[in-house]
């Protein structure tokens, strides 16, 4: 398959996330890594940021980081693609996931969702636990790559 689309929030990018990008890169001869922009939320990285973050920690030319506002399956036939990339971590990822990827097939039934299991090395890692970690000054090496955890130290500075 020539393209897959990789969607999240990527507030901020873990390993776990460049596992799942280096991973689908062995399946896709493309990815398009789609940060979700969520009105509702207030991510700790802008869009810019995140898209910047993503482009030095990633360096592979087969890979188009991009943004995209509203439902998954309407950026997704924008794009033209037909298969979107999901990661899982735990049995409680799967019950949402598998609820969205419903829902996406509601809407569209022409893209496929392929569920992907996390390495054992980061199925406990997510976007939220660490930046609390960071935020209280606490050490998220090999959790984040180098260039995420300085600009998490640039964002929360340092703690006493």
Do not use: C, W
């Amino acid at each position: 398959m020539p393209v897959a689309i990789y969607p999240g929030s990527f507030d901020p990018l873990t390993n776990g996330h460049l596992s799942l990008i280096q991973r689908s890169l062995k399946m896709f001869d493309r990815l398009i890594v789609a940060i979700a922009v969520n009105p509702k939320k207030t991510p700790l990285f802008s869009q810019e940021e995140r898209i910047e973050l993503i482009r030095e920690a990633v360096n592979d030319p087969r890979v188009e980081v991009d943004a995209f506002h509203g439902l998954l399956v309407d950026y997704v036939h924008q794009r033209n693609v037909s298969v979107v990339i999901r990661g899982l971590r735990a049995v409680s990822d799967f019950e949402y996931e598998f609820q969205l990827a419903n829902m996406n097939r509601k809407l569209a039934p022409d893209i496929d969702t392929v569920f992907m299991m996390t390495g054992e090395d980061y199925f406990y890692i997510s976007s939220q636990l660490v930046r609390e970690v960071a935020s209280f000054g606490g050490n998220v090496d090999g959790l984040v790559p180098p260039n995420v955890n300085a600009g998490l130290k640039k964002k929360f500075g340092p703690k006493p």
